[in-house]
């Protein structure tokens, strides 16, 4: 059971839209597996057109899906007619993005009313275990849409 | 003129080949505009595959722009046989990604030999002057490839 | 001559005051040498008080002097009766902090009404010309005092 | 039980004498209160000479603390001769520093041969719980000392 009270019961349906609205996720072809308050999972596959050169996830690509996570991890907690934009986010890439798929998980950590800061963790997927393989800070505030 | 002498002749050659084989920066479009010593452009094109929900372009892709403007800048100073892999950066948003072109600029801060650091900016270009979206600082690590 | 124009003529008495009123900078012995509208510079003395196990200045120190001089940079844009908060800080750590006296110059980046960014960088001062040690992005929100 | 194996059997005597010899723990009378693999423990009281001009701990002086938290976790985990220099850190204020009491607890969440990553939590301390008032990550590099 989650720790936060969302404040805009449609919260699910309103993340599902907003993530099915964003070009650049479909681009990616990323899902959205899990929409709780204050948290979100996002899944993607391994593919070539997220790929630096040395054949490894690209880091910016990983911090997209992070970012996403972490955004859509506010949004569940903030009110109907309000939305989130990001003020900044830092990333630590601690592993190799290699795998076949991988999971970004976000939980909020501060879910103030005008700022927002979450924790993001992004994982490639294994059989037995996950691997870490970069984190996330983001912060964010909370604006009319 | 560069503050930088290059440690690899063939700095600009190395590259725009890695460039050329990131899948991610295909992906998007982008052009590599300016290869010197310790500082590279790189421009998008406004593209609907680039976008969050807002129609701006999705922070993780001015992130993975700016990243890789940021990681080149240091390759373009790093010895022949070497590389370097990302440890961690930094993004601050400023303004919105809105535009008909991008520009995202990085230059070496410090061009350590084992740590090279260094700061890009994302601008959104237009008939006057360009206005100023986003900053990183990123730090890299010199590796052997 | 500045880029910036103040919201309160009285921006330099009040950051002086602000200034002294830190019982933290009283500790350190810091010194506020410039306040100008989107700009602050403070000196610091090298001293014991400072240091870390190796003899240089610590990183925190580096940090809190630059977060300083970072916040009031922010503090001379905002209007009367108002102040600022730091939401988040990033500092990257360029070389070490040996040095009889180090200059920490901030300015801002960005003023926004609700956000503020500003760029700090440590300087350890030297008879010819000024060593940067140390960078800083800092985010503040304004708030009502 | 900790999840590492130290590489020096006298981590702990080691951590506890380079704590000791920094002037700057000892200006603020910060107190260390737990050395494990990996993980440590500096708790501090409220002192007005730590402050800022609202009354709160300094963000700089929680800074400073976190810093040296999440640099003294890492050097627990690197083998006798090796020390650690912190290259980066990032820290969010989610509350304001206001307490009679307060610690700060880091871990290392990537204990690389080369690059460590350890997280810090700043709390006030409460009678019934604590509060947590700001975090960070930070980045440092092994070095030999």
């Given at each position: 059971m989650s720790r936060f009270e969302p404040r805009n019961p449609d919260f699910e349906s309103h993340v599902r839209?907003?993530?099915?609205?964003?070009?650049?996720?479909?681009?990616?072809?990323a899902e959205l597996t899990e929409v709780a308050p204050g948290r979100i999972v996002i899944e993607q596959d391994f593919h070539e057109r997220l790929l630096q050169q040395h054949g490894?996830?690209?880091?910016?690509?990983?911090?997209?899906?992070?970012?996403?996570?972490?955004?859509f991890s506010a949004v569940t907690l903030v009110a109907a007619g309000k939305g989130i934009t990001t003020i900044e986010f830092?990333?630590?890439f601690l592993a190799a993005g290699l795998g076949e798929r991988f999971r970004?998980?976000?939980?909020?950590?501060k879910p103030g009313r005008t700022i927002m800061v979450?924790?993001?963790?992004?994982?490639?997927?294994?059989?037995?275990?996950?691997?870490?393989?970069?984190?996330?800070?983001?912060?964010?505030?909370?604006?009319?849409?």
């Open positions: 839209g907003a993530f099915a609205a964003q070009g650049l996720m479909g681009n990616f072809g490894g996830l690209h880091g910016g690509a990983i911090a997209a899906l992070l970012d996403t996570a972490c955004g830092k990333t630590n970004f998980v976000a939980e909020v950590l979450s924790e993001g963790r992004a994982f490639a997927a294994g059989a037995d275990k996950d691997r870490l393989i970069s984190t996330m800070t983001a912060t964010m505030m909370v604006i009319d849409i």
